[in-house]
C-alpha cells in the first residue's frame, strides 16, 4: 500500500482535525492524474515539475539508487499549524505506521 493510499483510509480522521492533506511531486500532470485515479485520492495533488517546492523544503537530494548518485525526492511529510509554521517533519517516511503519526501530531497540536 503506498503512503496516499494511508492517507486516503484515514482521510476523515485528517478531517475532524480540521487538517487539509496535499500531495507533491515532480510528476508531470498526466502522469498525476493517472496516480490520482488509480488510487480513488479525496485530496489534492501539487505538480512540482521543476522541484522548485521540493528545493524550498529541502526534500530534492542526492540519493544513491542501485550504486549511482541521483538526484530525487526524499519521501517526506510536513505538518503546518494554522498560521502557516511548520510543526513537524517526517523525513525518510516510512509507510508503516505514518498515517498514525501524523495524526497524533496533529493531536498534538490541539
Request: hydrophobic letters at 45%; glycine letters at 8%.
Amino acid at each position: 500500500m503506498s503512503e496516499a493510499s494511508g492517507f486516503r483510509d484515514a482521510f476523515d480522521e485528517f478531517e475532524k482535525r480540521g487538517a487539509v492533506i496535499l500531495g507533491a511531486s515532480p510528476d508531470a500532470p498526466a502522469a498525476q492524474k493517472k496516480f490520482h485515479e488509480k488510487f480513488h485520492l479525496p485530496f489534492t495533488l501539487l505538480c512540482d515539475t521543476e522541484k522548485k517546492v521540493a528545493q524550498e523544503y529541502g526534500v530534492w537530494k542526492k540519493k544513491n539508487m542501485y550504486g549511482k548518485i541521483v538526484m530525487g525526492i526524499e519521501r517526506s511529510t510536513f505538518v503546518i499549524a494554522p498560521g502557516g509554521k511548520i510543526a513537524k517533519i517526517f523525513s525518510k517516511v516510512k509507510i508503516e505506521g505514518h498515517t498514525e503519526a501524523v495524526l497524533a501530531a496533529l493531536d498534538a497540536l490541539s
